[in-house]
């Protein structure tokens, strides 16, 4: 027997139905969530870390793959050349470590640089460029600064907030 996790595409916004009805049938199934923050405060508070997708851990071999193919909830599995592709186990290990620490912050972003703010952009392409901190973005850590390009002109780019850091 040779379990391997693969990936099923669930429909639009039914990944925690899926994953219960995998549950249900006595599949191991990760969906993992994480806690955000929203503007709204009665949006949801926990959404999909990958919306649209559902890992399942079975051996393909035992189980009955139109079971899981037309399984209330699914679209089928992510395939390649026909094939379903799987997942290696450690990926699935250090999906659940980050997906925990980022549930441990509850979602927060880290606090201390403002709208306005000059930022030093750490990371990539732009390592070592000055620009304006505008906003968080929604989902985790992401962030848009105002690269100062020519003269007035700022260029929006969207980053990690990893990549960047308040100028001292």
């Known amino acids: 027997m040779t379990y391997l996790w693969y990936i099923l595409q669930s429909k639009p916004r039914k990944e925690e139905f899926l994953c219960d009805q995998l549950l249900a049938h006595r599949f191991d199934a990760f969906c993992p969530h994480i806690r955000v ?23 393909l071999k035992q189980s009955n793959l139109s079971t899981l193919q037309w399984m209330p909830g699914a679209r089928g599995f992510v395939a390649f050349g026909g094939e379903p592709a799987y997942v290696p186990e450690n990926l699935i290990g250090a999906i659940r470590k980050r997906v925990d620490r980022i549930n441990a912050r509850g979602g927060k972003l880290p606090e201390g640089i403002k709208t306005g703010e000059t930022v030093t952009i750490r990371d990539g392409r732009f390592t070592g460029y000055e620009a304006i901190f505008d906003t968080h973005l929604s989902g985790i850590a992401r962030v848009r600064v105002l690269l100062k390009v020519l003269q007035d002109r700022q260029v929006p780019l969207e980053l990690s907030l990893r990549q960047v850091e308040l100028k001292r």
Not at 38 to 45: E, G, H, I, Q, T
């Open 37 to 59: 923050q929203p503007v709204n405060p009665r949006a949801r508070k926990v959404k999909p870390y990958f919306p649209g997708y559902v890992f399942v851990h079975t051996d």
